[in-house]
């Protein structure tokens, strides 16, 4: 199975965004405004295995004609999982149909976290902190619970701004993962988990997972700094990681986490959980091709 990205739920969310964006291009054409030149397309997938050479061509002439009619340019950012090893072997592709290397929209790298075996098995190539916060986590006040609500993405987006404030991160525009809730959540293919502390009014900590029929993707979260000795963050990715496992998938995504190895990159020496038994995993990057071309 491939990546999340490239599935019909997916789809189905960028292709409800592509309609809200092709809204906002008629009203910035009528003003004259030059962000009309602007798009967004949704994800092309190749269906047939045995025709994956011929797929990115075929996808990014599609997409340039499709950007013709008033886009500047295509973007692909192509999913196909490599070691880390492997991808910075790799030359910047040379074939002009694949563009020239542009900043990243989704993560390059990421960690895959095995869940086909005994939970206490991912459990124990956790530290024993870690592992401690799990199993202690009601003894703190603290419990963990999934909605299918999408409008709880708003816990979400006010932690995330409370993050934005402090660290100056770029944080995704609201509308962007309200978007996300009322698609992906509606539907089931997403969840909200929410971290609640006893005496507090509001969750202290909230995530959107994915979920296709064999991985969940760690996709969104934030936690609240005022409680940051509690670990919230921690309990919560190991909640995920149960009920992942309880639900028959075989795999937990971190996405968006640098092996250690690699020590050039702006998230280098960043972790969420420390995990012994883990797959590395990158992506091609993103790549720009002008529209006129």
């Given at each position: 199975m491939g990546h999340f990205l490239q599935s019909q739920a997916w789809a189905g969310c960028s292709e409800t965004r592509t309609d809200r964006c092709d809204a906002r291009r008629r009203r910035l054409e009528r003003a004259g405004d030059p962000r009309a030149g602007q798009t967004e397309l949704a994800p092309v997938r190749c269906t047939a295995p045995a025709r994956l050479a011929d797929a990115l061509p075929e996808a990014l002439a599609a997409l340039?004609?499709?950007?013709?009619?008033?886009?500047?340019?295509?973007?692909?950012?192509?999913?196909?999982?490599?070691?880390?090893?492997?991808?910075?072997?790799?030359?910047?592709?040379?074939?002009?149909?694949?563009?020239?290397?542009?900043?990243?929209?989704?993560?390059?790298?990421?960690?895959?976290?095995?869940?086909?075996?005994?939970?206490?098995?991912?459990?124990?190539?956790?530290?024993k902190t870690n592992?401690?916060?799990?199993?202690?986590?009601?003894?703190?006040?603290?419990?963990?619970r999934a909605s299918d609500r999408p409008e709880d993405i708003e816990h979400l987006l006010r932690l995330l701004r409370e993050v934005s404030d402090r660290t100056g991160m770029h944080a995704h525009a609201d509308e962007y993962l309200r978007q996300q809730a009322r698609t992906l959540v509606a539907s089931g293919d997403a969840t909200i988990y929410l971290v609640d502390l006893e005496g507090e009014e509001q969750p202290i900590a909230a995530s959107l997972v994915f979920?296709?029929?064999?991985?969940?993707?760690?996709?969104?979260a934030a936690a609240n700094t005022a409680?940051?000795?509690?670990?919230?963050?921690?309990?919560?990715?190991?909640?995920?990681?149960?009920?992942?496992?309880?639900?028959?998938?075989?795999?937990?995504?971190?996405?968006?986490?640098?092996?250690?190895?690699v020590t050039d990159h702006a998230w280098s020496g960043f972790r969420e959980v420390a995990l012994v038994r883990r797959r590395q995993v990158a992506f091609s990057g993103a790549w720009g091709c002008p529209s006129a071309r």
């Amino acid at each position: 199975m491939g990546h999340f990205l490239q599935s019909q739920a997916w789809a189905g969310c960028s292709e409800t965004r592509t309609d809200r964006c092709d809204a906002r291009r008629r009203r910035l054409e009528r003003a004259g405004d030059p962000r009309a030149g602007q798009t967004e397309l949704a994800p092309v997938r190749c269906t047939a295995p045995a025709r994956l050479a011929d797929a990115l061509p075929e996808a990014l002439a599609a997409l340039r004609s499709e950007a013709r009619l008033g886009a500047a340019f295509v973007r692909v950012e192509p999913m196909s999982a490599m070691s880390p090893r492997v991808r910075s072997r790799r030359s910047p592709p040379r074939r002009s149909n694949r563009g020239s290397a542009v900043a990243r929209v989704q993560p390059e790298f990421t960690q895959r976290v095995r869940l086909d075996r005994p939970f206490d098995d991912v459990l124990a190539g956790m530290r024993k902190t870690n592992r401690n916060l799990h199993r202690n986590a009601a003894k703190k006040g603290l419990a963990i619970r999934a909605s299918d609500r999408p409008e709880d993405i708003e816990h979400l987006l006010r932690l995330l701004r409370e993050v934005s404030d402090r660290t100056g991160m770029h944080a995704h525009a609201d509308e962007y993962l309200r978007q996300q809730a009322r698609t992906l959540v509606a539907s089931g293919d997403a969840t909200i988990y929410l971290v609640d502390l006893e005496g507090e009014e509001q969750p202290i900590a909230a995530s959107l997972v994915f979920d296709d029929e064999e991985r969940r993707y760690y996709a969104h979260a934030a936690a609240n700094t005022a409680h940051r000795k509690l670990s919230p963050g921690v309990v919560l990715v190991t909640t995920m990681m149960q009920q992942a496992h309880e639900q028959g998938r075989r795999e937990f995504d971190l996405y968006g986490v640098v092996p250690a190895d690699v020590t050039d990159h702006a998230w280098s020496g960043f972790r969420e959980v420390a995990l012994v038994r883990r797959r590395q995993v990158a992506f091609s990057g993103a790549w720009g091709c002008p529209s006129a071309r």
